[in-house]
């Protein structure tokens, strides 16, 4: 499909999520079961190792076995794919580039250094760093709100100026903020812009290009077919965001807020509430995943809400 740019980077991308057994161990016959499903849901794209893969507990070996099985299985399809390079140490991040640069991904998506937050210069440096090493492969910023230093839109030029081949970012939870997106709509050039995926469609309303969707995780033929339907027929996009948005706020905000699971744990569950794939429940050690007990209550709840999802 060649190279993406700033114009091609749009529209509904599903995550890889990391699929594992009881002992967190990686299931990878089950994540190709799970890349054949999200082919099959026709996205827009689709993009590992973000939070959702939990990139963060990989060893190099895993991280490689997961990239060449979502590039294989994309370059055949004819399916767009990024790999996120993220890691928490700056070195371990810029050898994992080195690494998939021969799988030819669209782009690739990088964090900041995690340890200590980065000022201007520094986040510089290392966009910088990663980008030389990427050869002719584009640079996604994943700024999430708990990134050690979250950007403002204002400071997104900062980085564009220096590098180029900076073509988006995802962005932090904006909460349809008119004045937010004031100000991405005055800094977005040269960018696509990405906002949480239960936001899509005001995002696309208000200039946003996409979402990494996390309501893919709850059904990606659904996610897909909302998108789709954002360029069809947006009052009825809207209705059916505000009945998602309804959804997460009931359903799914309780067990980050009240339980204090941690947000990926959340998009696992949702896959299972979903039944779309066989994901696991469990996150690998040592973080905390919700019981499959909770299940039946929220897929009820979800086929009330939002039956176009369950």
């Known amino acids: ?6 114009r091609s980077l749009i529209g509904n991308w599903a995550t890889l999520m990391l699929a ?3 002992n967190g161990k990686i299931d990878y016959v089950k994540m190709e079961d799970e890349i054949d499903v999200l082919i099959s849901s026709s996205p827009n794209g689709i993009y590992s190792n973000g939070t959702a893969c939990e990139f963060y507990s990989q060893n190099m070996d895993e991280f490689l076995r997961i990239s060449e099985l979502l590039a294989d299985k994309c370059h055949k399809a004819d399916v767009r794919f ?8 700056a070195q371990e991040s810029l050898e994992r580039l080195r690494v998939v640069k021969e799988l030819c991904p669209d782009a690739v998506q990088i964090i900041f250094p995690d340890w200590f937050p980065v000022d201007d210069r520094a986040a510089v440096s290392f966009m910088e760093k990663m980008s030389e090493a990427s050869g002719g492969i584009p640079l996604v910023l994943y700024n999430p709100p708990h990134a050690k230093r979250v950007l403002k839109p204002v400071e997104w030029q900062i980085l564009k100026k220096h590098v180029p081949k900076l073509i988006g970012v995802k962005v932090f939870d904006n909460n349809c ?9 005055e800094n977005s050039a040269g960018l696509s812009v990405f906002v949480p995926g239960h936001h899509l469609a005001t995002g696309i309303v208000n200039g946003a290009s996409g979402a990494y969707s996390n309501v893919a995780c709850l059904n990606p033929f659904a996610a897909q077919k909302w998108y789709d339907m954002m360029g069809d027929d947006i009052e009825s996009a809207m209705e059916l965001e505000s009945r998602i948005r309804k959804f997460m706020s009931e359903c799914i905000d309780p067990f980050i807020v009240k ?5 990926h744990a959340c998009d696992r569950f ?5 039944g779309w794939a066989d994901v696991g429940f469990s996150l690998r050690w040592p973080y905390a995943s919700i019981p499959e007990s909770f299940v039946p209550e929220v897929r009820e709840r979800a086929h009330d809400i939002i039956p176009e999802f369950v």
């Open 1 to 6: 499909m060649g190279t993406l740019d700033c």
């Open 177 to 185: 903020d008119p004045e937010w997106y004031s100000s991405m709509r």
């Open 270 to 274: 949702m896959a299972n509430v979903g």
């Open 259 to 263: 339980m204090h699971y941690p947000n």
């Open 20 to 22: 594992t057994g009881e």
């Open 82 to 89: 990024q790999i996120g390079v993220s890691h928490p140490c």
